[in-house]
């Protein structure tokens, strides 16, 4: 809770001394699709770790903020969607510090990303919850920018609180639950900004 309260005072701040009028200050709309690597009981005795591709793009209002010539903040919020059998989907708040590189048109990125996960259950012969639950992920990335309003990149976000949800398996001849766990994300997304 500590670091959603950190994000939104430094939304307002960063809101409230922006002159709109002025240069540095841009508003973007961001598509990315991504991966997740997780861990959720597959048997009576093992877990097992998972690749998941997204498969519909994830959407998120871009704030961006220069602050030097090589320097900018963004505030990234939206929300994340996977495949409906993960019970990974919520809202995003992201705070990341943009570093321009020497090299023509490439940046570098870090931040932190919070997650709000939503409560969701689903089940054929097994219980599977999500639960409502804020994860941090720490996050790192590389970038390449087109042109002044066209930019790609890709991020790594390390997940800080794992757990997300349970598993119950349940066939006649065992009854297995376990947490289900995120280990980490993989984002490639476009940026546009107006």
């Given amino acids: 809770m500590k670091q959603l309260s950190f994000l939104i005072v430094c939304t307002f701040i960063l809101l409230t001394n922006i002159n709109l009028e002025a240069q540095s200050f841009r508003f973007g709309l961001k598509l990315e699709m991504f991966g997740l690597v997780n861990e959720k009981v597959r048997d009576k005795e093992t877990y097992s770790t998972k690749f998941v591709l997204s498969e519909t793009p994830s959407i998120y209002a871009v704030l961006h903020q220069g602050i030097t010539e090589s320097f900018s903040i963004n505030l990234k919020p ?9 019970g990974f989907t919520g809202f995003e708040l992201a705070a990341l510090v943009e570093k321009k590189l020497s090299i023509q048109n490439i940046f570098l990125s870090g931040g932190v990303n919070l997650h709000l996960n939503m409560n969701h259950a689903y089940g054929t012969g097994w219980v599977d919850v999500s639960d409502v639950k804020l994860i941090t992920f720490i996050l790192l990335g590389a970038g390449y920018q087109f042109n002044e309003n066209l930019s790609f990149d890709l991020t790594v976000h390390q997940a800080l609180q794992r757990e997300y949800g349970y598993d119950t398996l349940s066939p006649d ?13 993989i984002k490639i997304g476009i940026l546009a900004y107006f």
């Fill in 173 to 185: 001849e065992f009854n297995v639950s376990g947490p289900k766990k995120m280990l980490l994300m």
């Fill in 78 to 86: 939206g929300i994340l969607f996977t495949n409906s059998d993960e």
